[in-house]
C-alpha cells in the first residue's frame, strides 16, 4: 500500500518542506508556542526523571547496538594508546590552529537558531547564546573548529561562521553546498593527532524525503579552509549523514536505514574502513552526532514519547496487533521518526494502524516541528565500561529539538 508522502525536513538538519498525507492524514500544523528553556543567557538545564549521567544505568535503557546479525562489525579500541586525555598534544603543525581553552564539550544547534553545549559526562545542557545571522533560516548542520568557531549551514546551503563565545553578525565562510553537494552533514577533522590544522568534511544530502541508502547514493567532500578549495572525495552509499571527526584523525558518520549505521571513513578515498549497525536507533527528521571521549553521542526526536501513549490509550488492540506483526512493526517505526506515510515507510501498516496514527492520533504522531524535542543515546564505541558496544539512553528529552552537533578536535576522544 502506497500513501502520499507528508514529508517534513530531513537533515542533519531540519526538513525543508511540509505537504499533507493521502488516506486521511493530513500534515502537522506549525501552530503552536515554542517550548523549552530558551532565553535566558546562562541558564543551566539538567533533564528531568529517569535520566542520568552517561554510564549510569538506573533509569536508562539499554540494548545491543550490533543486534542479532550486524556483519562487518567495528572492533577494537578507538586509539586510547595515543595519548592521555584530550587527544590534541602535537607537536607540529601551524600554530595558527592550536585550540583555544574550554573547547572540549559538545556543541549543539537547535532548531530555533540557539547554541547549547552539552557535557556528556554530567548529561547537562547548557544554553550559550542565540546565533546572530540576518536574512538566514532554518538550520541545517554544525561543526565547530579548533578557535570555537561555529560553522553553521542553514537550507539555503550556504555556510556561516559564528563566535559563540563572543556574539556578533555571522560572516559567510566561503562554502557554498549548491557547488557539488547541496546540503551536507559536516565535521572537521585532521589528518592524525600530530596534526593541528584540520579540514572541513562534508556528507551530502538531497534533501528530497527521508534519509536512504544504496550504491552511490551520496557523496563524501572535503573543504580546505586555508585555500577554500572544496573537492569531492568519492561516492558513498548513504543520501545524508552525520560527520563527527575525532582528535586523532578519525572520521565517522551516522547515516543508513533499517537500522541506522555508524560508518568511519578513509578520509582519502571516502571508502568505509567500519560499518557498525546500531539497531533499535533510527535517524529521524532532526539528528546529529558527536564524538567525545570514546563514545559517540547521537541526538534524534523523541516523536515515540508522544504517539505510542496516545496509541496504547487509544488504539490497543490495532496497536498491539501491528507490534506483533515485523513488517506493520518495521513500517510503523519509520513512519513516526521520517514524519511520513509513505510505501514502506508507514504504507506496510495494517489499514487499522494507518487510521490511527493519522486521524485518531495524528498531533501525537506527526507533532509540527515547534512541539518536538531530542532524545540523547550513547554509544560505547571503545567498550570501555566492558559490556560490548551498546546503546544506552541517556536522555529521553533535552530541552530542545536539536539540529546539529558537533566537538572541536580539542574534544577528548579517549575515556576521561
Not at 290 to 295: I, K, L, P, V
Not at 355 to 371: G, R
Request: charged share 15%; net charge negative; hydrophobic share 35%.
Amino acid at each position: 500500500m502506497a500513501l502520499g508522502a507528508a514529508l517534513l525536513l530531513v537533515g542533519c538538519g531540519d526538513d525543508t518542506t511540509t505537504t499533507g498525507t493521502t488516506g486521511g492524514a493530513s500534515g502537522p500544523t506549525s501552530a503552536g508556542t515554542t517550548a523549552g528553556t530558551t532565553g535566558t543567557t546562562g541558564t543551566q538545564t539538567t533533564a528531568g526523571p529517569g535520566t542520568g549521567s552517561a554510564g549510569e544505568t538506573s533509569g536508562t535503557t539499554t540494548t545491543d547496538a550490533t543486534g542479532a546479525s550486524t556483519g562487518g562489525e567495528t572492533t577494537g579500541a578507538t586509539g586510547e594508546a595515543t595519548t592521555e586525555g584530550v587527544g590534541t598534544t602535537a607537536t607540529t603543525g601551524d600554530e595558527a590552529c592550536a585550540c583555544v581553552p574550554g573547547n572540549d564539550l559538545i556543541y549543539l544547534l537547535s532548531d530555533d537558531d540557539e547554541i547549547y553545549t552539552y557535557d556528556p559526562l554530567g548529561d547537562v545542557f547548557e544554553y550559550v547564546t542565540d546565533v546572530i545571522c540576518p536574512g538566514e533560516q532554518k538550520p541545517f548542520s554544525l561543526a565547530v573548529d579548533r578557535t570555537g568557531l561555529a560553522w553553521i549551514q542553514y537550507a539555503s546551503e550556504d555556510v556561516y561562521t559564528f563566535d559563540p563565545m563572543a556574539p556578533a553578525p555571522c560572516e559567510f565562510a566561503g562554502v557554498v553546498g549548491g557547488q557539488a553537494f547541496g546540503l551536507f552533514g559536516m565535521s572537521f577533522a585532521p589528518e592524525d593527532n600530530f596534526d593541528l590544522c584540520d579540514r572541513l568534511f562534508l556528507h551530502s544530502y538531497s534533501g528530497e524525503g527521508p534519509f536512504s541508502e544504496g550504491p552511490g547514493a551520496g557523496a563524501l567532500g572535503v573543504f580546505d579552509p586555508m585555500t577554500m578549495e572544496l573537492a569531492s572525495l568519492g561516492p558513498v552509499d548513504y543520501d545524508g549523514g552525520e560527520l563527527a571527526g575525532t582528535g586523532e584523525g578519525r572520521l565517522f558518520a551516522f547515516a543508513g536505514v533499517n537500522p541506522a549505521k555508524l560508518i568511519e571513513y578513509d578520509k582519502d578515498t571516502a571508502m568505509p574502513i567500519s560499518t557498525l549497525p546500531l539497531a533499535g536507533l533510527s535517524k529521524t527528521r532532526a539528528s546529529a552526532m558527536a564524538f567525545h571521549s570514546g563514545d559517540a553521542y547521537f541526538f534524534t526526536e523523541a516523536v515515540d514519547t508522544t504517539c505510542v501513549p496516545c496509541l496504547e490509550a487509544n488504539c490497543p488492540a490495532d496497536y498491539a496487533a501491528c507490534g506483533a506483526d515485523p513488517v506493520c512493526d518495521e513500517a510503523f517505526h519509520c513512519s513516526i521518526e521520517q514524519g511520513v506515510i509513505q510505501d514502506e515507510c508507514g504504507g506496510f501498516m495494517t489499514p487499522g494502524m494507518i487510521s490511527c496514527v493519522s486521524e485518531t492520533c495524528l498531533a501525537e504522531c506527526y507533532p509540527a516541528t515547534i512541539d518536538i524535542f531530542s532524545k540523547v543515546t550513547r554509544l560505547d564505541y571503545d567498550d570501555s565500561e566492558g559490556n560490548g558496544q551498546v546503546l544506552t539512553l541517556v536522555n529521553p528529552m533535552a530541552p530542545i529539538r536539536i539540529v546539529g552537533a558537533a566537538t572541536s578536535t580539542c574534544a577528548p576522544y579517549v575515556p576521561q
